[in-house]
């Protein structure tokens, strides 16, 4: 109990998503260390339709508003708006910087006026404060970038919203847009702990209905929360002991191990009321449970492990994490089934009528009956069927694409994904490429051809389609020389020498600004930071695009040394993870899961046989994803090895009954009906648990997490047809040969029944 006493903190920082000397975080982690915090809260206001335009008494009001409760903030070391904007100018030949309203809570009709002529020349405000028809205004909050840590982005969006409800500024016909790093890491955190609060207990009460119509007693239905419980408690326990804290990602583990535990028990269950309902007493069902069901789940719980494990190839640590510990958890509950389980359930006298009834003679009962002969009389459509979805799903499979984009990791009807698709629109975007560029000594920004050098760069990032105006220091100097030229157009360019730039930077710190350009260059002036807002757009377009800009800079730019970093190039990295990791871990999930079974089955050919309906449906899923032109992301990375773990379970339990009746004498037909009427119940009720379940989590928020569910559920209702219909189908097929035709088999059974009678 000691090992969880301490709460398991929720971690979805950067450093959380890669391995401690990945490159892209040490190139992050620097641009930290050179010109300090670099995450913002943007805040998007838009012009009421009463209003001109943003410069309205009101509007400026709000503004104001919003700035002073930012800058009160702790977690705020900087605010950027027009309530606060400061213009660089020439004052009777003295270079001044001013602000643009001095009162911006007492605003006049003339401030106004003012205030309008001064913007529309300020280049530094254009397009990044305000757009150039004035009517959408943001103000810009850098924000701590606190490492390893997410709880002071949920504090101040948290925060903000409740201001802003404080406020009732929607009462008074305005539309606030919230983006940016602190509103993603808020959104993941807040709607993943919503997620967790109620669809954990959603998918519990939907397997606790499943468990009473399937045993009807109430000892069916609550034992196998036992093996749950302790599972989830023992896995919760390691996670703890290693101080993993709960991410995106691992917020799936709970609704797995509820999902898989309830799988196990339900094969157990069944097996133990089989025994009783012949007779035994509970003592001998249980042993004969544990005899019959031994080796199949102690498979199952391998192959599902390896299936997880498989996950841990990739260089997302998050993900490594979700293996490690999902992983951990078949075996443990198949530790728990196999002792625990059956102990209890041999101290349970009573077999409730019902109970027994529904293993005589009810409608599932009657279904896996029918199935031998059913699958018999059309195997060679069936396999036939089989072969063309295999065909279908390799040619498919081979064109899938791994792409994501963070926007769709939430609802198109959220507001955080409307907001980021405003800012888009009207600036660019809300994220950043981070350009850190290296002069090679210090006080080396000041050089004139550096300088220049930097300035052709920027003009070539603020070209591309997809990027707005650059923030740098090259604007600054440049507005500083216009304003000592007598505020002069043709004077906004860069210094001339090295000492120009020096005495222009010494003026503008004279001049009393709130600025002091610490997050342009570095305190050696040595280091030029171009922040470039880019639009918001799949890992795929940003590929192209950072390979677009990186051959522009070898061919161009070969004397700058230029780093690119930021959050887009982090969710890049991520992507290209997820990439490498998928296909790598499904190939060795697979081979692992085959040799498994060749050791289970002790042959080549009834290991392959059970592969195929595990299998085809991960591939038939995948095949119609890529149809449809769905790429994978990070979730159905994560399905396809979960669920080709889960999905060969009940394919083990039918080939291992089949093969222990025809180790016992029966040819094929009885064999398959003894597997069909021991063991189909259990895949039934499994499957359909394993299907409803996963389908809770289409109510969940998160995209990736929906797509989860969606596709885990479709796998095992394929994987229900492949077990009943498609493996019999195999097995008439490849060892049918040799028996007499089923109606033989039948009308022989007759004619020994009548004689005995």
């Known amino acids: 109990m000691s090992i969880v006493s301490k709460p398991i903190p929720y971690d979805n920082s950067n450093e959380m998503y890669f391995l401690p000397n990945d490159p892209s975080l040490l190139a992050f982690n620097e641009l930290t260390d050179l010109f300090g915090d670099s995450e913002y809260l943007s805040i998007g206001v838009e012009a009421r339709d009463q209003d001109k335009d943003v410069f309205s008494q009101d509007t400026i009001h709000l503004i104001d508003s919003l700035t002073q409760m930012l800058e009160e903030h702790e977690v705020v070391t900087q605010v950027r708006s027009l309530s606060k904007y400061q213009y660089t100018h020439n004052d009777e030949g003295i270079l001044a910087t001013d602000d643009l309203f001095e009162e911006p809570d007492a605003v006049t009709q003339a401030d106004l006026l003012n205030a309008r002529d001064i913007m529309a020349g300020e280049t530094l405000a254009l397009n990044t404060l305000i757009t150039e028809d004035f009517q959408q ?27 802003i409800e404080s ?54 239905t609550l034992i196998p929360w036992l093996v749950i419980g302790f599972s989830i408690v023992s896995i919760t326990g390691i996670q703890a002991y290693f101080a993993w804290p709960f991410t995106a990602v691992n917020s799936a583990l709970v609704p797995t191990l509820i999902i898989i535990g309830m799988g196990v028990s339900v094969h157990v269950l069944v097996e133990f009321y089989h025994f009783r309902s012949k007779g035994l007493v509970p003592k001998e069902a249980a042993y004969e449970a544990i005899v019959h069901l031994f080796q199949p789940v102690l498979f199952t719980a391998l192959t599902t492990s390896i299936g997880f494990a498989a996950l841990a190839i990739t260089e997302l640590l998050p993900v490594k994490q979700y293996a490690y510990l999902a992983a951990m958890g078949p075996l443990t509950i198949f530790l728990v089934a196999m002792t625990t389980l059956p102990a209890l359930l041999s101290f349970i006298p009573w077999l409730p009528k019902r109970t027994q009834t529904a293993f005589e003679n009810d409608l599932v009962g009657r279904i896996t009956q029918s199935i031998p002969e059913f699958t018999y009389r ?20 081979s064109k899938i694409t791994v792409d994501s984009n963070f926007i769709t990791y939430f609802k198109k009807d959220s507001w955080i994904t409307q907001d980021m698709h405003y800012f888009d629109e009207h600036f660019k975007g809300i994220s950043n490429l981070e350009i850190m560029i290296d002069s090679g000594i210090e006080d080396g920004v000041k050089d004139p051809a550096f300088l220049r050098r930097v300035e052709s760069l920027q003009e070539y990032l603020e070209g591309l389609p997809v990027a707005g105006d650059a923030n740098s220091l090259l604007d600054f100097l440049k507005q500083i020389r216009q304003a000592v030229s007598e505020d002069d157009p043709a004077f906004f360019i860069l210094p001339d020498s090295a000492q120009m730039t020096a005495q222009l930077l010494l003026l503008y710190e004279n001049s009393g600004p709130d600025e002091d350009l610490s997050d342009l260059k570095d305190f050696d002036q040595r280091h030029l930071r171009l922040t470039v807002p880019v639009i918001n757009m799949s890992a795929s377009q940003m590929t192209l695009l950072l390979t677009q800009i990186n051959t522009e800079l070898e061919a161009e730019y070969p004397d700058l040394r230029v780093e690119i970093t930021g959050p887009m190039v982090m969710y890049n990295v991520q992507d290209r993870y997820i990439n490498e990791g998928m296909f790598n871990s499904f190939s060795i999930a697979l081979i692992l899961i085959g040799l498994s079974f060749f050791v289970l089955f002790r042959s080549v050919k009834y290991g392959l046989i059970a592969l195929v309906p595990s299998v085809v449906p991960i591939l038939m899923a995948g095949g119609v994803v890529t149809l449809m032109g769905i790429s994978l992301d990070l979730g159905t990375m994560i399905v396809g090895a979960m669920t080709m773990g889960i999905a060969v379970d009940d394919a083990i339990h039918v080939v291992s009954r089949y093969l222990l009746a025809r180790s016992q004498g029966a040819n094929v037909n009885q064999a398959i009906g003894r597997a069909m009427n021991e063991s189909g119940r259990a895949v039934v009720f499994t499957s359909l648990i394993l299907v409803i379940g996963f389908s809770v989590m289409l109510l969940g928020s998160f995209i990736p997490y929906i797509n989860t569910g969606l596709f885990s559920a479709i796998i095992m209702g394929l994987a229900l047809v492949g077990d009943l219909i498609v493996l019999p189908a195999l097995l008439y097929m490849i060892d049918g040969k040799k028996d007499a035709p089923l109606s033989a088999q039948t009308s022989n059974a007759a004619s020994s029944n009548s004689m005995v009678k």
Do not use: C
């Open 167 to 220: 406020q009732n500024f929607a009462e008074q016909g305005y539309q606030l847009r919230l983006a940016g790093n602190p509103v993603i890491g808020e959104r993941f955190e807040t709607l993943t702990r919503e997620d967790m609060a109620w669809i954990n207990p959603t998918m519990a009460l939907v397997m606790l209905v499943i468990l009473f119509i399937t045993f009807r007693s109430v000892t069916g």
């Open 137 to 163: 205004a943001r103000v810009l909050a850098r924000t701590e970038y606190r490492a390893g840590d997410n709880s002071h982005k949920v504090k101040i969006v948290t925060d903000l919203i409740h201001f």
């Open 378 to 397: 059309r195997r060679l459509p069936i396999v036939l069927f089989g072969a063309l979805a295999l065909l279908f799903s390799l040619f498919f499979v």
